[in-house]
């Protein structure tokens, strides 16, 4: 007897399938045509890719459940074609700003339009199936569960609920069930059979025999497949999600019980009301000013892809992407549906400029409850808050801080306790900064502009969270760090700025040893990542393009010196012309790309040029008093047809046809980024409006683009620095009261110092520049107070 949880079996199928376990599993491509989802209400997420579905997410945008869901059209008599290698083929929106497509595969001998959407209510995904042409043709339907993130462990079996076919898996806690009805609401399935992927699955049936011969019950645990063989060529499908087969089947059905007509119509009419009701009536659209139709539809595609990407289960929560990079040669169980911090922020800091708060408030109030003990973020969880990489990468822990201060800015935390998230963040950023153990490529440890501008703007703007005693401390470290930007990071007279004619320029990241060894750090090699060998260049021979966040949020001018002549740099390496328009990759010697060749990246590869990267280049550009709307052009280029932007586009001038590589063009790396469509929305806005919109106000004002004279140097245990100017004073930083035992010049004069507690949980211990007019270093070392116990290590500054 049947578990109570599963269906009967159907009498038609028998036995179990042959071939166990499968091959081993990948991913569908994550070169997507569209994501889409109810507008609120059901928790399921479905992506299409080259003409079929591909992955259905649910109840979680972090879980996908299916590797693709496609089609074979086939007369039983040996003539048989599997749609998604078809090349003729349309896709459009049913209607515009509506993420259902209508995709129309057009064959010599048949036409087969699709047409796609999700159950408003349920976790239930619906496809119309409309077959025309030759009369002897019939469609089958190819579903590949990979239910709880994995294609290995499934379970298949074609069975019986309520007197319908279902096709239905499972694995763990998840469970899934196709269903398909014809125009008349009766059972659409005439055949059906479950498999192993790469033996007896439907597609190695046709391929062997050209019809459906196989018609097995069941399969699994393994990598496995359904088929099914539709009567009608007028169909519905319905693919449930739930915690068991019999739960998804039950889903499905009650989905089937309405026409699909009337269950697009809700569908279109929720995506209606969101954009009447979602955004502040004077943002709906951007500025025409000067703005293509193209331009203006991307703008549009992007809010509605930012949108996609929340989660219900966790409101604010959003992943990076709907897709898996390269996923066609990986069974990565993370791929790009994680959340990260940073990319949380950057895309809800563009709905804020859409004027939709409500869900910036829920993204930090998910920040808030994601935040751990001693005050930073993992670098990547799942929704629920579990780490799935646990790396620190400070601009990660500094990026909520200013969203909260941007909420603040516009009175619109309404209530939300954001203080007390703000002051954790910014003790972790004080005792741990400025050297990141990771950079924002979470490639590399060290100084990095990017991660130096954000965490500055953070102590900055974050300081109107705390009291006035933990500000002026957060303001003089920020005045600090600020000031001393270029000794950390900047590289003057090497080879490689003489082979380019420039004076001196902001290398990609400067080795933690700058801290205390100085300019000498930057002779070290700079490990660099995703490569065979490694290439063993030293930090001053890397150049990046994050030093214009330098300029985006305030702290140096468009055309400060030293940012020109990095400027000049950066497009010599790493700007590529593509007919698309102009795009940068992220560094020199960057591995994380397809291979010269158009093979995908595998650990190994090279680095190609980032259409996000072009909307940095386009807010430097406004900031410099220049249009940016060529670089608005150029991304809308680079986008899908249905308007998706890619993580990455192929920069080589010839095409790779057979890999589906073409010049300016996405490549297997993740699509949609969702960072990408926030970048384009800031950056239409922010030409709106004439000035970047994600630049902090008090940040500005307070350094207006110049590099400031610090009055305090700034020593921690993780920033050890060894000199200081004379004139400033010192302000030690630690976790924990102590007493300061400290001289001059080689430990004369010793005095005692106790520490002094901040509110924000610090311990301060500040002596003034009058106490150190005559000296030439500090020697210094301490007591802890709560146990007695002594540092152990002398520490000496030079004051010069």
């Known amino acids: 007897m049947a578990p109570p949880d599963r269906p009967s079996f159907a009498a038609e199928p028998q036995g179990t399938a042959p071939g166990a376990p499968g091959i081993a599993p990948t991913w569908s491509s994550s070169d997507k045509d569209l994501v889409g989802t109810a507008a609120e209400g059901s928790r399921l997420w479905f992506t299409c890719g080259h003409g079929i579905v591909n992955e259905v997410y649910g109840p979680r945008i972090d879980i996908p459940q299916t590797r693709d869901l496609g089609f074979i059209v086939a007369d039983g008599a040996g003539f048989w074609v599997e749609v998604k290698r078809l090349t003729d083929r349309q896709l459009h929106l049913v209607r515009p700003g509506v993420p259902a497509p209508v995709i129309v595969h057009r064959h010599p001998r048949f036409t087969l339009q699709l047409r796609i959407c999700s159950d408003v209510e349920r976790e239930v995904l619906l496809i119309e199936v409309v077959l025309s042409g030759d009369a002897s043709l019939r469609p089958y339907v190819l579903l590949a569960p990979h239910l709880g993130s994995t294609g290995q462990h499934n379970r298949a079996a074609v069975a019986r609920h309520g007197g319908r076919r279902v096709l239905w898996a499972e694995q763990g806690p998840f469970g899934l069930a196709l269903l398909a009805c014809d125009a008349n609401g009766q059972d659409a399935f005439a055949q059906a059979s479950a498999g192993y992927v790469g033996y007896s699955d439907g597609w190695q049936d046709f391929a062997r025999h050209g019809a459906m011969t196989w018609a097995y019950a069941e399969a699994g645990p393994g990598n496995v497949a359904l088929t099914g063989a539709l009567r009608s060529r007028h169909a519905v499908l319905a693919l449930g999600l739930a915690s068991s087969p019999v739960a998804a089947a039950t889903l499905a059905a009650s989905a089937l019980a309405a026409p699909f007509a009337k269950r697009l119509d809700a569908y279109v009419r929720g995506w209606r009301d969101w954009r009447r009701r979602g955004l502040s009536p004077h943002r709906k659209a951007p500025s025409a000013a000067g703005l293509t139709s193209a331009v203006k539809r991307e703008f549009a595609v992007s809010a509605l892809v930012l949108r996609s990407h929340l989660d219900r289960t966790y ?374 409006f004439g000035r970047v919109i994600d630049q902090p106000p008090a940040v500005a004002a307070r350094y207006q683009g110049r590099r400031p004279e610090a009055a305090l140097a700034c020593w921690s245990e993780a920033a050890p620095i060894t000199q200081i100017a004379r004139g400033q004073g010192l302000l030690l930083l630690l976790p924990r009261p102590a007493r300061l035992h400290w001289g001059r010049d080689g430990w004369q004069e010793v005095r005692e110092q106790d520490s002094r507690a901040l509110p924000i949980g610090l311990q301060v211990l500040e002596i003034e520049a009058a106490a150190l007019t005559h000296a030439t270093r500090i020697d210094f070392t301490w007591r802890w107070q709560d146990d007695g116990g002594w540092r152990g290590v002398d520490y000496a500054i030079d004051i010069s």
């Open 315 to 688: 409101p604010g929560a959003a992943v990076a992407s709907l897709s898996i990079p390269w996923g066609s040669s990986s069974d990565s169980p993370g791929g790009y549906h994680l959340v990260w911090p940073r990319d949380l922020v950057e895309c809800a800091g563009a709905l804020l400029a859409l004027g939709d708060h409500h869900a910036c408030r829920n993204t930090l109030a998910y920040l808030i409850a994601t935040q751990q003990a001693d005050g930073r973020w993992y670098q990547n969880q799942w929704l629920g808050g579990r780490a799935y990489w646990a790396g620190i990468q400070l601009d990660e822990t500094a990026l909520p801080v200013l969203l909260a201060a941007s909420l603040a800015e516009r009175d619109a935390l309404h209530g939300l306790h954001a203080a007390p998230m703000a002051a954790a963040a910014l003790r972790h950023l004080a005792l741990n900064g400025p050297s990141s153990p990771q950079d924002r490529w979470e490639e590399n440890a060290g100084l990095n502009a990017f991660t130096l501008a954000t965490l500055i703007a953070a102590l900055v703007a974050g300081s109107r969270f705390v009291d006035a005693a933990s500000a002026r401390v957060l303001l003089a470290l920020a005045d600090y760090w600020n000031s001393r930007i270029e000794d950390w990071t900047a590289a003057r007279g090497t080879p490689l700025a003489q082979r380019h004619g420039v004076a001196a320029y902001y290398t990609r990241i400067a080795p933690p040893q700058v801290l205390w060894q100085g300019p000498a750090a930057l002779q070290q090699v700079l490990p660099i990542k995703n490569h065979r060998h490694d290439p063993g260049q030293r930090a001053d021979e890397t150049v990046g393009v994050d030093f214009l966040q330098l300029v985006r949020f305030g702290l140096r001018a468009p055309d400060d010196p030293l940012v020109r002549d990095t400027l000049v740099l950066a497009d010599a390496l790493l700007r590529r012309d593509t007919p698309s328009g102009p795009v940068w990759r992220r560094y020199l010697g960057d591995g994380y790309g397809e291979h010269a060749d158009g093979r995908p990246f595998d650990g190994s590869g090279i680095g190609r040029g980032w259409p996000l990267l072009t909307g940095e280049r386009g807010h430097y550009e406004l900031a410099a008093g220049r249009d940016p709307l060529p670089y608005l052009e150029a991304m809308t280029r680079m986008a899908s047809p249905l308007g998706l932007l890619p993580e990455q586009v192929w920069d080589e001038p010839q095409p790779i046809p057979e890999r589906f590589l073409f010049p300016g063009r996405p490549t297997g790396g993740a699509m949609p980024l969702a960072w990408a469509h926030a970048e384009f929305i800031k950056l239409v806005l922010s030409r709106q």
